[in-house]
């Protein structure tokens, strides 16, 4: 496809569970960037990717959360032994290159902890 | 820590063009201005984006005053699927931090029948 895609779309789990929540960007695109939005709230920041490497991972609210990228393809971001407050849309986006341009956004993956 | 300021709702009749301002007066040189919008249940959308200029493109235009400490994005003929949070936001080009997107609260644009 043409756009950024997220699978899966919606998410329940059980509190404790891992999760596993993949990006695929837009072809050619060498940037990658995973952000979170709370019910009724902003977008917040996570990680973000150039090619495979990532090099400010300070955004990431735990050590329970991961990320990682496979060239400049797919990128999966793992949530271990989730939490409610972990409920929320796992949004990702890509753009041509990280510092330059327009990002993309996929759809998101909603994620709901019970 | 955004560094705009956007009404926080405006309501606009279909067909009319939609005038959404954005305050951005702590602007510096080699800061951008962009625009993005979010429908409800979708990720954000790229709009426009300018420096100093004023731009055009197939969605919309970007009014960017002479001093850049303020911009307006017009939607010439605003649609019903058009209603969406709008969020102006002030980014470096390149470098420091600038791959974060800092998105404040926007203006929700509601387009009525």
């Known amino acids: 496809g043409a756009g950024v895609s997220q699978s899966p779309s919606n998410k329940v789990t059980e509190k404790g569970k891992d999760v596993e929540l993949r990006c695929d960007p837009i072809?050619?695109?060498?940037?990658l960037y995973w952000y979170r939005q709370r019910l009724g709230q902003g977008l917040e920041f996570l990680i973000y990717?150039?090619?495979?490497?990532?090099?400010?991972k300070s955004g990431l609210p735990s050590d329970r959360f991961s990320a990682e990228r496979t060239g400049e393809s797919v990128s999966t971001l793992t949530i271990q032994r989730t939490q409610q407050e972990d409920s929320a849309v796992y949004l990702c986006?890509?753009?041509?290159?990280?510092?330059?341009?327009?990002?993309?956004f996929g759809p998101g993956t909603r994620l709901t902890v019970t | 820590d955004a560094k705009t300021t956007q009404p926080t709702s405006m309501d606009c009749a279909e067909g009319r063009a939609a005038n959404l301002p954005c305050n951005h007066s702590?602007?510096?040189?080699?800061?951008?201005v962009y625009w993005y919008r979010q429908i409800h249940s979708q990720g954000p959308q790229y709009i426009i984006h300018?420096?100093?200029n004023n731009e055009t493109n197939e969605m919309a235009s970007l009014i960017i005053t002479e001093d850049r400490k303020s911009s307006t994005l017009i939607l010439p003929h605003a649609t019903l699927r058009d209603t969406a949070v709008y969020y102006c936001?002030?980014?470096?080009?390149?470098?420091?931090?600038?791959?974060?997107?800092?998105f404040g609260k926007g203006t929700l644009l509601t387009v009525n029948p």
């Open positions: 300018g420096l100093k």
């Open positions: 936001i002030v980014r470096e080009e390149s470098g420091g931090s600038n791959y974060k997107l800092t």
């Open positions: 702590t602007i510096s040189g080699n800061e951008y």
């Open positions: 990717f150039q090619g495979n490497s990532a090099p400010d």
């Open positions: 986006a890509s753009s041509l290159v990280v510092d330059r341009g327009e990002q993309y």
């Open positions: 072809s050619g695109h060498t940037a």
